[in-house]
């Protein structure tokens, strides 16, 4: 009973700070059955994060898109496939699209997320217009996704599309030629040939293709005059 009064009296900020460390989602939600202050302590403390990862945890769609509105500051989204085995779809990221932060985010990353298509990529990337940096790699996008992007994502700098073998030279030329801060496009392994690589950097000659060595089988690859 001793303890219990002293828990009690600590603050909502103290309790906030408390559970920032607690990195399980299943934990935290235990916590904010604790009482009414633990609740809001843990509402705080998800409101303070500037990064959220969903990777190594497996989460529904409801779960995520309730743990994601609650995090509104978020800058960083993270909903990887992980070992567990992510169960996120479509449905969550037309839930995530819905949030408070998603304007504000720079960075998303989706790697490996097979069980999402077009239609969920297209919904969330149309309301992250501050986006700078996505990670769509491994997943089974389309050139749609690509369109989207260049046409609400003004701000991106690199893209990751590692193994994004629906994705054909129309989409990436709509990237580069829409997306003028783009820097950097991840390549590897998509079923794309050489020459687009060539004619893309004609259009944009700083861009950097990675991995360039790997695919293209030279140092560096220069545009032709």
């Avoid at 990064?51 to 945890?57: D, N, P, V």
């Avoid at 989207?148 to 129309?170: D, F, G, M, Y």
Wanted: charged fraction near 25%.
């Amino acid at each position: 009973m001793e303890t219990e009064l002293e828990i009690e009296r600590l603050p909502v900020d103290l309790l906030a700070h408390i559970f920032s460390f607690i990195l399980s989602f299943k934990d935290l939600a235990q916590a904010s059955r604790v009482c009414w202050k633990w609740r809001r302590g843990v509402k705080e403390s998800l409101s303070r994060k500037e990064r959220l990862s969903f990777a190594g945890w497996k989460v529904d769609d409801e779960s995520a898109a309730r743990v994601v509105r609650a995090a509104y500051n978020i800058k960083e989204l993270d909903i990887s496939r992980s070992c567990w085995g992510c169960q996120i779809t479509d449905e969550g990221l037309y839930k995530i699209s819905l949030t408070k932060c998603v304007g504000n985010l720079l960075s998303i990353s989706m790697w490996g997320m097979a069980g999402i298509t077009d239609r969920g990529v297209i919904q969330l990337v149309t309301q992250a217009n501050s986006l700078q940096h996505l990670n769509i790699g491994g997943t089974f996008i389309t050139d749609e996704s690509l369109y989207a992007i260049a046409n609400n994502c003004p701000q991106i700098k690199t893209i990751i599309l590692w193994s994004c073998r629906h994705v054909t030279e129309n989409g990436l030329k709509k990237l580069v030629d829409k997306c003028c801060k783009l820097k950097s496009i991840n390549v590897w392994d998509m079923k794309v040939p050489v020459d687009c690589f060539l004619r893309l950097l004609a259009i944009n000659p700083t861009l950097e293709l990675k991995p360039l060595t790997q695919h293209l089988g030279v140092g560096r690859i220069w545009p032709a005059s």
